[in-house]
């Protein structure tokens, strides 16, 4: 039997790998891990898991076929989870950096219950953000 405890990383398609990062990095606050320049990737350090930028014109991304866009997702939405989980600080400061604001509320997750906040990247994919 096997047990999973979390997750590991999670790859996203992108048509401006260059915005994602920025926005990951620059917004949400991970650091870049690792860069494989040749395949087109960048890791991105999340607690602990990552998450991987693929260029779609790159080595790998081009293996996916066509991508992300309104008529045809990569992924609908991933959620992380926040230290210290302060819904109108997280909203303050999502504002702050231009990004626009889904829905918030009590779900159900992981962790149980908790209060969370969606929003999209600048690729269109949905992220949620959770106590």
Same mark, same amino acid.
């Given at each position: 039997?096997?047990?999973?405890?979390g +997750?590991d990383?999670? #790859?996203l &398609? /992108?048509?401006?790998?260059? *915005?994602?990062?920025t926005f990951?990095?620059?917004v949400? $606050?991970l @650091?870049?891990?690792? #860069?494989?320049? &040749? +395949?087109?990737?960048?890791?991105?350090? =999340?607690g602990?898991s990552l998450i991987?930028i693929v260029a @779609?014109d790159?080595?790998l991304g081009?293996m996916?076929?066509a $991508?992300? $866009? *309104?008529? $045809?997702r990569n992924?609908?939405?991933?959620?992380l989870?926040?230290?210290g989980?302060? !819904?109108?600080? #997280?909203? *303050?400061?999502?504002v702050a950096h231009g #990004? /626009?604001?889904? =829905?918030e509320?009590? &779900?159900?997750? *992981?962790g149980?219950?908790?209060?969370?906040?969606?929003l999209?990247?600048p690729e269109?994919?949905?992220?949620? !953000?959770?106590?």
């Amino acid at each position: 039997m096997i047990e999973i405890t979390g +997750i590991d990383h999670l #790859v996203l &398609r /992108a048509r401006d790998p260059d *915005a994602l990062i920025t926005f990951y990095t620059g917004v949400l $606050g991970l @650091v870049v891990e690792k #860069v494989q320049e &040749r +395949i087109g990737l960048t890791q991105l350090r =999340a607690g602990t898991s990552l998450i991987d930028i693929v260029a @779609v014109d790159g080595l790998l991304g081009r293996m996916g076929g066509a $991508g992300p $866009g *309104a008529e $045809g997702r990569n992924l609908d939405h991933f959620c992380l989870t926040i230290r210290g989980f302060d !819904l109108e600080k #997280v909203k *303050a400061h999502l504002v702050a950096h231009g #990004v /626009a604001l889904g =829905a918030e509320g009590l &779900r159900y997750g *992981a962790g149980g219950e908790g209060l969370s906040i969606y929003l999209t990247d600048p690729e269109g994919n949905g992220l949620e !953000l959770r106590g």
